[in-house]
T-cell receptor, first 111, second 113 residues
């Protein structure tokens, strides 16, 4: 069974702080995706990482895919209140028909 | 180009009733997937439809069923509703060969009393 475990589950920080969210699995994934979801809305795709060791940057967000393609991290530099939301990592199942999601990390950034 | 839309946005039902949720896929996408997201959890895959046929199913009982229409829109039907069916139901569209790139609708919030 493919599982994705995210940590921490909750994170409450002050504006300007840095943070890292982790997504781990015992299974190899061909790629991993990171989504951000705000209350009352569906998840919005932030990035897809495909190659082991890959690092992608999206403004203040840095995404890394582990060398063995079993884990990923999301680092936010100088967090802002607008970064508040639920961050989800996801990967395709072995059949390639669905995404498997982690339970998510709820981030709250206060000013 | 329109994004994924879902209706209704909210719904309240009682235990034992039946419900139908609707989804219109993003323009150009031929595949629709449905997910259930309980409060505080990540989405869980229910099933996927491609060319009007079920193309994969998660660990959900048969009372969860679906349809896809020639215009790629889709319905999710749930019979004999249970309290635990209360959740946000998300529809996502994609091309069948790129399931990693799915675009989600805003969801339908279902409350079963």
């Amino acid at each position: 069974t493919q599982l994705l475990e995210q940590s921490p589950q909750f994170l409450s920080i002050q504006e300007g702080e840095n943070l890292t969210v982790y997504c781990n699995s015992s299974s190899v994934f061909s790629s991993l995706q990171w989504y951000r979801q705000e209350p009352g809305e569906g998840p919005v795709l932030l990035v897809t990482v495909v190659t082991g060791g890959e690092v992608k940057k999206l403004k203040r967000l840095t995404f890394q895919f582990g060398d063995a393609r079993k884990d990923s991290s999301l680092h936010i530099t100088a967090a802002q209140p607008g970064d508040t939301g639920l961050y989800l990592c996801a990967g395709a199942n072995q059949a390639g028909t669905a995404l498997i999601f982690g339970k998510g990390t709820t981030l709250s950034v206060s000013s | 180009e329109t994004g994924v839309t879902q209706s209704p946005t909210h719904l309240i039902k009682t235990r034992g009733q039946q419900v139908t949720l609707r989804c219109s896929s993003q323009s150009g996408h031929n595949t629709v997937s449905w997910y259930q997201q309980a409060l505080g959890q990540g989405p869980q895959f229910i099933f996927q439809y491609y060319r009007e046929e079920e193309n994969g199913r998660g660990n959900f009982p048969p009372r969860f069923s679906g349809l896809q229409f020639p215009n790629y829109s889709s319905e999710l039907n749930v019979n004999a509703l249970e309290l635990d069916d209360s959740a946000l139901y998300l529809c996502a569209s994609s091309l069948v060969q790129t399931v990693e790139t799915q675009y989600f609708g805003p969801g339908t919030r279902l409350l079963v009393l």
